[in-house]
């Protein structure tokens, strides 16, 4: 499978594609670099990859229901630092996973509440660097939104070799405006999920990205369960999980769990998520006699 993965991407450099299909996936977008995205997460199945997730705490994984329902926990691994799926990146580790936690007003037939929790045999080590845990909060409509993931890079296309990301547009879904096919309240629901495309057609939350952080892009086959996230106050946050898309073109919509809405969930099932430690130097307690805390 992995010699088949680079003759592809060799055999696609050589011809040319055009820009689009050239510089990345996701559709469109960039290629991610170790330390720029550590908390996001390749999800295998018999050592391929099919799904992304990102890092909730040491022993738990956040992905969606549609990636892991059905599956069965002993066949999946999730890699962490990892950028290249064919090279050994120097931080990767790849875990067992224990169970398969899928919140249970999951819907399978439209999607709604797609979220699951990977518990993992064994502890991630954090090295906060290349590998972190990454915090999550409710959507911020005015700031700029990127989706990361080892998703196919064309339509019909393979999983990437290398993570991608790209930025998208965050889009007004109304009764009257849906997320693109995504018809409101039989495939979208409004309170629980997220629609984004960088279709200029569709309606927008905010203006649409101008002086862009990343390269635009939209996610495609294999992206599902990856992060979608926003910079709040300098820290990375994650704020929907891909669920579905359209398509892997420029106009394609991406539907996101809303990942705030199940604050509750997460708590209950995988606890509190860790916290940072201190980046300070400690300070010497001065009571503290030799030899003793
Ligand atoms: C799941 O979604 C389908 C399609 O919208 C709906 O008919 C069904 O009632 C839903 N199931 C539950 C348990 O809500």
């Not at 999800?43 to 990102?54: A, K, L, S, V, W």
């Not at 329902?69 to 120097?90: R, Y």
Request: net charge negative; proline share 8%; with cysteine.
């Amino acid at each position: 499978m992995k010699s088949v993965l680079l003759l592809v991407a060799v055999v696609c450099s050589v011809t040319g594609l055009p820009a689009l299909y050239d510089n990345g996936r996701i559709f469109g977008g960039g290629t991610a670099e170790s330390e720029q995205f550590p908390y996001v997460v390749s999800i295998t199945e018999n050592d391929r990859h099919f799904c992304g997730g990102f890092i909730y705490s040491t022993r738990w994984i956040v992905t969606t229901a549609s990636c892991v329902v059905g599956k069965t926990a002993s066949k999946l691994k999730v890699v962490v630092g990892q950028v290249s799926a064919i090279n050994a990146d120097p931080n990767e580790q790849t875990l067992a996973v224990y169970t398969i936690t899928p919140v249970p007003q999951y819907n399978s037939t439209n999607q709604f509440n797609d979220i699951a929790l990977l518990k993992l045999t064994a502890d991630i080590d954090f090295d906060y660097v290349n590998v972190d845990f990454v915090a999550y909060n409710e959507l911020d409509n005015n700031l700029p939104t990127v989706v990361m993931g080892w998703g196919a890079t064309f339509q019909g296309g393979l999983e990437s070799v290398n993570l991608h990301y790209g930025e998208v547009t965050l889009n007004l879904v109304t009764a009257t405006s849906p997320c693109g096919p995504y018809a409101v309240n039989e495939e979208f629901n409004l309170a629980t999920m997220i629609c984004a495309s960088n279709d200029p057609a569709a309606s927008t939350l905010a203006p649409p990205p101008t002086a862009t952080l990343s390269p635009l892009g939209s996610p495609c086959s294999y992206d599902e369960g990856s992060p979608l996230v926003q910079v709040m106050g300098d820290v990375p946050t994650v704020v929907g999980i891909l669920s579905k898309t359209d398509g892997c073109s420029e106009n394609s919509y991406g539907v996101y769990t809303r990942v705030s809405i199940f604050y509750s969930w997460l708590l209950n099932t995988a606890g509190p998520q860790p916290i940072r430690p201190t980046t300070e130097a400690p300070t010497t307690p001065t009571t503290a006699l030799p030899g003793r805390k």
